[in-house]
């Protein structure tokens, strides 16, 4: 074991491991989850995220490494760890053709919530998924959005000190998705640890802390802030134009600009130095009479940090 | 085990049943449906044999003979012929299985004390039932000729002759030898099997396919727990049909149950968690819906007809053959239920027999508890 129970981490993970064949899904990944912190776990589909959440939750063994839960080991007190998280798949995972009602009964059963608090944790899940009047209702006929949150609900009816949500918006609405990261504000600010993957950078920005994988591999980790500070060795600008191909031929001959993207009505320019390069880029817009009506460095989005530390690491593998 | 979560799980699965009337249906009506269909259609006894008769003779002597045939209820007399080519014509066009032939000397020959032949006709493309009506006519011909003998003796003024060895047969358990009473308390061993299989073999492969297994994996509900849980509903299911089958043998068959009811239903109770738990192992192990229903009929289904002394009698199956029907429950099933019905046999007959099926479902149970819990790394 790492670390005992009463440690300020909730989730420790050192050297973790999983191959499935010679498949390396995940590579050595190491790194902390404070207790009552969102902790956010950043990547593409195929990075490795759910199947280190997944070794987290006991559903699937490490191949390598160490890792503990609430302060208990996975490899040897999986059981225990059952008892104090809550998990929430990225499919909806109760049963369709039971009713809302008869899904809290039965994950109240599996969890040995004690008579006298059953009809008051139900009630809870109730209120909080919004779905009091369809207590009744079979949970096929709810839409997605009000699944997610019954599921939630459920994995959180014996107030697990740590939940593990992967990929819980995923095909649900931009309102819903709202409504789902406010009740997981909610939760963090009663104590509970929050560990969640997703894929989507606004959502990310929500988190305490972010950790970044890519290729089964941590790529950094630190606050969204920190994140944008630290792995972004370039300064970005936005250029906004009338004619934004126009000005991405004119700026692509410019050996100073690193990496230019269309972005919205103009474009992102990654470039060593802000002060420097924006005199030069001035002088090839007008050289091509280009009217340009914002020029200015900007703080880079978690989307930028991210494409940049995949690129970099890609070119020094030689992809 | 935990008898919190156990409940938990009965209930649920009892809802999902319920609200799947189609599934539940089929589980009430197929054993009835195929226990009526085998039940009247797989019939052993060979009686109202198809017989035409070629009598060349004529006499008052050649229609006695013909006569006992006719009396016997295997026979069914259906015509004279004149030829050897209209008894072919009859059974080629399946009129007759036997055909009976008569010579002209005849009468004349039993008159001068000398052996008279006749001639029997058979059609041995169908060994079995050829085989066993030359036996009746084999008889209905050892009957006539006793009679004459007697009379012979009798007209010759002799002392009152007897025939020196004589068997009385007598058939126990099954006086007038019918098929369904053997068969039917056999059939409900098989039927019973294989929708016991069936029955389980979707539950766990569902819980995957749905995604709601890993949603179990990561709550404290253990292996143990969730098969108990889910076999419970099963066995409730399996015993309403074991009493349906019971009392479609008792009124329509009208099948004799001459031991003890409550001893058939205590070793129905004893037989369905192995057959049960067979087909959670093949749900565990394919974890496809469509997969484990297949292959949970085939498994069930070919053994407990052919290796289970159903059909066949394991006696004469060549020795590995033997060796396999051990590990086919049905096997003692069947001998249990044959005891219980026909024999009226008590627990302390079939005590071997119930200790097999025991083991069978504790050695099934431990080993599907151990496949699950591997699978859910």
Redesign the interface.
Known sequence: MLVSNNSEYAVTVKDLEKRFGSFQAVNKVSFQVRRGEIFGFLGPNGAGKSTTMRML?????PTAGEATVNGFDVFHQA?QI??H???M?Q????????TVE?NI????????IPMVEKKNRKDWVVKMAGLDEHRNSLTAILPGGWRQRLALGCALLHKPPVI?LDEPTSGVDPISRRSFWELIYQLAAEGITVFVTTHYMDEAEYCDRLAMIYRGELVAIGTPDELKVKYMNNDVLNLECLDPFGALQAVNGIPEIREAALFGRGLHLAVNDASSSIPIIIKALQERKLVYTRLEKIIPSLEDVFVSIIESRDSSAGL | M?M??V???I??EF??IL??PRSLGMAIAMPILLIFLFGSSLSLDVDHVPLVVWDQNGTHESREFIGRFTASRYFDLNGHVTSYAEIEEAIDKREAILALVIPREFSRKLESGRKADVQLIADGSDANTATIAIGYAQMVADGYTSSLLLKAADQQGAKRVKIPVEVQPRVWFNQNMLAKNYIIPGLIAVIMMVISALLTSLTIAREWE???M????????TPSELIVGKLTPYFAIGMLDVVLAVLMGQYLFEVPLRGNTALVFGMAALFLPGALTMGMLISIMTRSQLLASQLAMVLTFLPSFLLSGFMYSIANMPIVIQGLTYLVPSRFFIVILKNIYLKGAGFAIILTEAGILLLFAVVLIVVANIKLKKR??
């Open positions: 939750c006991g559903i699937i063994i059981e059952k008892n998280i809550g998990y798949s499919k909806f995972s109760l049963y369709e053709d039971l008869e009964d039965f994950y109240s059963g599996i969890y040995q593990f | 935990n919190y979560r409940i938990a799980i209930r649920k809802i999902h609200r799947d749905n995604g709601t890993e949603q179990l994996i990561t709550t404290p509900l859910l790394v």
